[in-house]
């Protein structure tokens, strides 16, 4: 079964930083990419950010890039965001996710159940 669990969230200043955590498990993790997606109060799923299984590549939405890197320890079945720059707009529900396949262009199959990220002064 497989279980996706976020950690890390909290709450930040404008400017301040943070890093998710998500650990997997149920799987095989080193064979699938992997996704950070969030979801602000009253808007729609966003896709964030995406890394291959072997690690090599890395994707971005373009209001991220720059201040966010995705990255994972497959000999820790973990996959973080490290948040840098944060705004106000970045406040969200945080969700992983796990690909269909190592490839980031395939779809998403399992969630986690988010962490809560809040950008306030």
């Known amino acids: 079964q497989v279980q996706l669990v976020e950690s890390g969230g909290g709450l930040a200043q404008p400017g301040g930083s943070l890093r998710l955590s998500c650990a997997a498990s149920?799987?095989?993790?080193?064979?699938?990419?992997m996704s950070w997606a969030r979801q602000a109060p009253g808007k729609g799923l966003e896709w964030v950010s995406a890394i291959s299984s072997d690690v090599r590549n890395t994707y971005y939405a373009d209001s991220m890039k720059g201040r966010f890197t995705i990255s994972r320890d497959n000999a820790k079945n973990t996959v973080y965001l490290q948040m840098d720059s944060l705004k106000p707009e970045d406040t969200a529900l945080y969700y992983c996710?796990?690909?269909?396949?190592?490839?980031?262009?395939?779809?998403?199959?399992?969630w986690g159940q988010g962490t809560q990220v809040t950008v306030s002064s």
């Open positions: 149920g799987f095989t993790f080193n064979n699938y990419a």
């Open positions: 996710a796990k690909h269909l396949t190592n490839s980031y262009a395939s779809g998403m199959d399992s």
